[in-house]
């Protein structure tokens, strides 16, 4: 027994009383009374020095390990990407150079730092949580998180994450690595080039330690008028940077930090998407006969319109549609075959062979026509396909916005018709949509998610032979 439960004892008083006084903040009042009790002030001495010392919880010191070790993971991230923005401005002589400065580092040294990150984030999730709840790991900050820690590179407090970090403090409660973690995501998604990779581990490694990865966890507003208020605020706070901090760029990092983020925690992801739309009586009227299709391979070959991946909404038409098959009738079995930007000629010299390999039962083509070759292209794959007793169809037009030469549209139709590659007639459903205006998002080029739902409901409809 120790001393303080033996002194409270020897008073006659429980130790359930005692604990009660630490719980309830009453130790003021339950030692005044002791005091009018007994008049001994080196008693009382002794027990408020007993009450205040055991009060404290136990594992105090455990938390307070495991925050700085959660800390010190999320600042590495901050540094590291610093590092690469640090080399960034170098290349491409933009960016204030005392800002973006290496210090002491080499070039050698600073891309280190970005190999550290790469390696940091594809660790164990398993083994980091360890590690930092203080428990046996085989988790070793030694190999890539003290490099980063003890580089000595610092981050200005003008460079563009700790603007937004101070951003977040006087606008959330929320906790200093809360706030450091999605200002890092942040940071990142600025240089728009590694949105698709080093954004995405950084995402389902702080989701992996329970960390917040976009500002509606903290209470934020998120609409694209929020988040351009927001840019307005920000703009001009930070250095010169390397990377876009214009307002509207400020304004796209939040929308596509929001979004990947309701997508990353499947808040809003195609399988959400797909749910709400069998709720809906269009869709519900074709449930018997999508449940009735016989087994079949549909292969989709097309650009980021059909890629569920990008910022523009939380999932493209194509894995919405995968979705609901998925519930209603596995036996039709989809693949994608997709890359940003996708041309017909690219498509045909990068993912045809694949195609005939896979030997689906039919094709969606999804794919830009631009040059000569990529009409030719577009002509030799659809009677390649019907040769090999596969169905190619494509859409009559998806709305690129990038496609506004006159006469693209006729020219592709045409192109389809003489391979025979059937041809879904959407262009004027889209064109007569009451929320049209929504459709395109903020860069201008991809679709929001009231395009996506229509598309997916026109698809669904063409599978179910109703159109």
Known sequence: MGWQSSLILSWGLRPRLYAHACCAGS??????????????????TLLVTALLSSAAPVNTQKTNGADRRLAQLVEANVIAVHAFQVLLAKTSGKGD?????????????????????????????????????????????????????????????????????????????????KIRAVANLYQTVLEVERDGDRLQEEYAFYIGLGLPVYVGQFNLPGTDEDLLAVGRKLEGQSCEAPVGTSAAEWQIAGRKIWNWGEKNLHI?????????????????NLEARLRSLPAQRIAVVGHSFTMGLHWSSPSSFVPIVIDVFRQLNPKVEFKQFAAGGLTASRAQKRFYEDVLAWKPDKVLLVVMTRTDDDYKALKQMGQGFRSAGIKPYMFDEVHD????????????????????????????????????AKFICLDGIHMTEPYHRLMAKEWLRYLASTR
């Open 268 to 284: 809003r992801d195609e399988r959400v998407l797909a749910a709400e739309l069998l709720n809906e009586t269009e869709v519900k």
């Open 97 to 177: 150079k005392s800002c973006f400065s290496p210090g002491n580092l080499s070039d050698a040294q600073i891309s280190e730092l970005s190999e550290h990150q790469a390696s940091l984030l594809k660790s164990d999730l398993n083994t980091v949580r360890a590690w930092v709840d203080g428990a046996r790991s085989t988790f070793d900050p030694a190999k890539d998180l003290e490099p980063i820690l003890k580089s000595g590179l610092t981050v200005p407090d003008k460079a563009p994450v700790n603007v937004f970090a101070s951003y977040l403090r006087q606008n959330t409660k929320a906790s200093e690595v």
């Open 401 to 436: 916005p990038a496609a506004v030469t006159p006469g693209t549209v006729e020219r592709t139709r045409k192109a389809a018709d003489e391979s025979g590659i059937e041809v879904i007639e959407v262009g004027q459903t889209l064109a007569n949509s009451p929320e049209r």
């Open 27 to 44: 130790i003021p009042t339950f030692c005044a009374k002791l005091y009018r009790t007994y008049r001994t002030p080196l008693l009382l």
